[in-house]
Nanobody, 122 residues
Framework: QVQLVESGGGLVQTGGSLRLSCAAS????????MGWYRQAPGKQRELVAT???????NYADSVKGRFTISRDNGKNTVYLQMNNLKPEDTAIYYC????????????????WGKGTLVTVSS
């Protein structure tokens, strides 16, 4: 089994910063893409940022220039540094990872964490 565990959420004032972490553990052969999604109350889950094993990162337009995604492959961990936070960033943030669990190329699945709440007060 594979688990993704997020941490780092909390309450912050407008303009503040938070750093989210997500650690993957369990039966992992290789982690492909990792990313962060969020879901605000009454809204659908949306992409925040993704980072492949190698190559360029991808961000939602609403967070470009404010959020930075990074990963530590040795620790199977992805991070999201969030600066200049706004009330509209309030949401549950979910970690996502595409993980290959064995040497077999078909043993690839998408996994989700349980989420961490970020609240930005005005």
């Amino acid at each position: 089994q594979v688990q993704l565990v997020e941490s780092g959420g909390g309450l912050v004032q407008t303009g503040g910063s938070l750093r989210l972490s997500c650690a993957a553990s369990g039966r992992i052969f290789r982690i492909n893409a990792m990313g962060w999604y969020r879901q605000a109350p009454g809204k659908q889950r949306e992409l925040v940022a993704t980072i492949p094993t190698g190559g360029s990162t991808n961000y939602a337009d609403s967070v470009k220039g404010r959020f930075t995604i990074s990963r530590d492959n040795g620790k199977n961990t992805v991070y999201l540094q969030m600066n200049n936070l706004k009330p509209e960033d309030t949401a549950i943030y979910y970690c996502n990872a595409v993980i290959r669990t064995t040497i077999l190329r078909n043993d690839v699945m998408e996994y989700w964490g349980k989420g961490t709440l970020v609240t930005v007060s005005s």
